[in-house]
């Protein structure tokens, strides 16, 4: 056996499996990215239909950035979550 089809031979499991854990984790992170997005239209379109002053004392409070610093840790949370799992995925024998 040649050198070279040793060394392929090593490396094509292993780009394997970086590739498919690197394709899990964009598309579960997009689709995060998804549902993040839409469950913020969904909290302003459904902030902005309250009454004057309702949204007055809410905004004083700035529910605004606390919704948005609470938005950002769940996404904060997913990824994270996400790379364990590709990571995982890396440790695993095909």
């Given at each position: 056996m040649k050198f070279g089809?040793?060394?392929?031979?090593l490396a094509e499991p292993l780009l394997a499996k970086i590739l498919i854990a690197l394709g899990l984790s964009v598309v579960s992170i997009v689709g995060v990215d998804a549902v993040i997005?839409?469950?913020?239209?969904q909290f302003i379109s459904n902030l902005s239909s309250?009454?004057?002053l309702w949204l007055d004392f809410a905004l004083y409070l700035w529910i605004g950035k606390g919704i948005g610093i609470i938005f950002g840790a769940i996404t904060?949370?997913?990824a994270l979550w996400s790379i364990?799992?590709?990571t995982a995925v890396l440790g695993k024998s095909a």
């Open positions: 089809t040793f060394l392929l031979a997005g839409t469950l913020k239209t309250m009454p004057a904060t949370r997913l364990q799992n590709a």
